[in-house]
């Protein structure tokens, strides 16, 4: 579920775009707004949105400050700014914050629904990626005390090949192996 945050000191705005865009076809399951940046702040720490879409020029604390808190709360959280004014300020402020859009005002809901459009789908890959590098992380470490055995076997051998060892180990899985110390030892029993 994608949750959306509205932030801007015109209520006619908010409820303009809490109510013409259509939310539940683009996948955006949760909408909240706030008047400025603080209290849109004080929301997003219980909301934790996944997408900002905040005015510029706010009384208490303006987007591009709120952004930047929310920036640096929530790294992967996609911002579009809305605007009033193409200050170039404004708009380098928003490059730096690596802002998804900065659409001037008067608002267009086609514009408006096309970038959200963008930024959903970057959501969505991005979760996408998350997920299967949770999947990887947790493979292996399933697979680490199989790893361990065979690298032992592989130590323990006549005349163990240092190169191939290598090549065969990427550094990947060194890397998680070599977190920890091992000894290796062999030991030749004679009955």
């Known amino acids: 579920m994608i949750r959306l945050l509205i932030v801007d000191d015109e209520q006619m ?15 955006v399951g949760a909408v909240e707004t706030a008047k400025n940046g603080q209290t849109a702040l004080e929301l997003a720490s219980v909301f934790k949105p996944d997408i900002l879409l905040t005015d510029v020029r706010m009384p208490k604390m303006d987007g591009i400050q709120l952004a930047s808190r929310i920036r640096k709360e929530y790294p992967n959280c996609k911002i579009i700014f809305l605007s009033g ?3 170039k300020e404004y708009l380098k402020s928003a490059i730096h914050l690596k802002a998804i859009s900065y659409i001037e005002k008067p608002l267009n809901i086609e514009e408006i629904t096309a970038t959200l459009k963008d930024a959903i ?5 991005e979760e996408k990626q998350r997920m299967q590098a949770q999947k990887m992380e947790s493979s292996l470490a399933e697979s680490i005390p199989l790893l361990r055995q065979e690298i032992a076997l592989e130590l323990i051998k006549d005349h163990p090949n240092p190169m191939r060892f290598a090549d065969k180990y990427d550094t990947l899985l060194l890397k998680s192996i070599e977190e920890q110390l091992y000894t290796a030892a062999a030991i030749l029993l004679n009955w």
């Open 13 to 27: 705005t908010r409820d303009g775009l809490k109510q013409y865009i259509p939310w539940e076809e683009l996948g």
């Open 121 to 125: 789908a970057m959501h969505n890959e």
């Open 85 to 87: 004014y193409s200050d």
